[in-house]
């Protein structure tokens, strides 16, 4: 594993940062937070990550697993909501040979699907079309976040 303090984790570099819309964090938990990602498999593509920097499972304690299921939950809601999709995937890949990009800080995938997202783009042209910018998802989630807090706060 590499040293905590890495300059080359990504998601030690976003919750470092002061500015959550450039470093695409979209909420901080008491222990763990979410990021919008930079190559999303689809729009509203985000991740879910403990503050902690480890690649090992069995390194996150209860309250921090627990907090990031309650935080994929809500997400998912927020997803649901802004960009009405058909399906989701959720999970997290441990280890480079099992798909991890960044093996040294967990994090989980929420991943919205579509009928019809996986065309011939990806498989011949090994291209993902992506029809919505970043900063445009990022925007949209975030406002709908605010919209749900808001109903859950007036109820």
């Known amino acids: 594993m590499s040293n905590p303090d890495s300059e080359d984790c990504i998601f030690c570099k976003a919750i470092s ?9 979209l909420f901080r938990g008491k222990l763990a937070f ?10 509203g593509h985000i ?9 090992d499972f069995g390194k996150l304690s209860g309250d921090e697993m627990l907090e990031m299921s309650l935080i994929l939950q809500k997400w998912q809601e927020v997803i649901k909501k802004a960009m009405k999709p058909e399906g989701f995937n959720i999970g997290m890949n441990l ?8 093996e040294d800080h967990l994090h989980y995938h929420l ?6 997202d996986t065309n011939f783009m990806p498989i011949i042209g090994e291209t993902k ?11 949209l989630l975030l406002k709908v976040y605010k919209e749900i807090i808001g109903e859950i706060e007036n109820e």
């Open 17 to 25: 940062s002061d500015d959550d819309r450039a470093s695409g964090v």
């Open 34 to 43: 979410v990021i919008i990602n930079r190559y999303p498999y689809n729009n």
């Open 111 to 116: 991943v919205p699907r579509w009928s019809g």
């Open 95 to 102: 280890g480079r040979i099992a798909g991890a990009g960044f």
């Open 47 to 55: 991740m879910v990550a403990p503050y902690k920097h480890t690649g």
């Open 129 to 139: 079309v992506v029809p919505m910018s970043m900063e445009e998802g990022y925007d």
